[in-house]
T-cell receptor, first 112, second 112 residues
């Protein structure tokens, strides 16, 4: 157990639907990051939050949004889902930007 | 935008052979991190390099940061079957927002 909790572990949904992925960072970590990993691909940076505020954005689609709540947990919302959104979505946390990331086990999203 | 490439993409080695993966950035990095992702698992932080020309060792693993801070390498001596996985470098720049861009990864397979 890395200390970063992601739920759900698996999600199967239909095209056009909307889903919410949840992440609880490791205790004491203020930064949360979201990454997308498609089959056999690298990790695409989506977005970063620090202590409730958005810090950096990557190649995140307009259909996707995220937020970090006062208790530091974060949610990634994916809407109008397409087949190509099927991927493993990782959340990671760190004390601050210049520290190693601790990754959660990921949420495997399958869009059918 | 910033790109981080890794070579080779795949590497098969016989157990006991050495292995090296190289990471190259299109821009100068402030620091670089290395992660290992076992098959079916999540990335696990290995190490962070900050200084130009820095070399760090972890048992059979040797990490190096280039003098120009645009490239890095990970060398594994006498590979074991437990080394199987994908190795990612992640580079951070301080231009604009501070975030880590992950490399494309090198998938290592060790044949017993």
């Amino acid at each position: 157990d890395s200390g970063v909790t992601q739920t759900p572990k698996h999600l199967i949904t239909a095209t056009g639907q909307r889903v919410t992925l949840r992440c609880s960072p490791r205790s004491g970590d203020l930064s949360v990051y979201w990454y997308q990993q498609s089959l056999d691909q690298g990790l695409q940076f989506l977005i970063q939050y620090y202590n409730g505020e958005e810090r950096a954005k990557g190649n995140i689609l307009e259909r996707f949004s995220a937020q970090q709540f006062p208790d530091l947990h974060s949610e990634l919302n994916l809407s109008s889902l397409e087949l190509g959104d099927s991927a493993l979505y990782f959340c990671a946390s760190s004390v601050d930007v210049n520290y190693g990331y601790t990754f959660g086990s990921g949420t495997r999203l399958t869009v059918v | 935008g910033q790109q981080v490439m890794q070579i080779p993409q795949y590497q098969h080695v016989q157990e006991g052979e050495d292995f090296t993966t190289y990471c190259n950035s299109s821009t100068t990095l402030s620091n670089i991190q290395w992660y290992k992702q076992r098959p079916g698992g999540h990335p696990v932080f290995l190490i962070q390099l900050v200084k130009s020309g820095e070399v760090k060792k972890q048992k059979r693993l040797t990490f190096q940061f280039g003098e120009a801070k645009k490239n890095s390498s990970l060398h594994i001596t006498a590979t074991q079957t437990t080394d199987v996985g994908t190795y990612f470098c992640a580079g951070a720049t301080t231009s604009g927002t501070y975030k880590y861009i992950f490399g494309t990864g090198t998938r290592l397979k060790v044949l017993a």
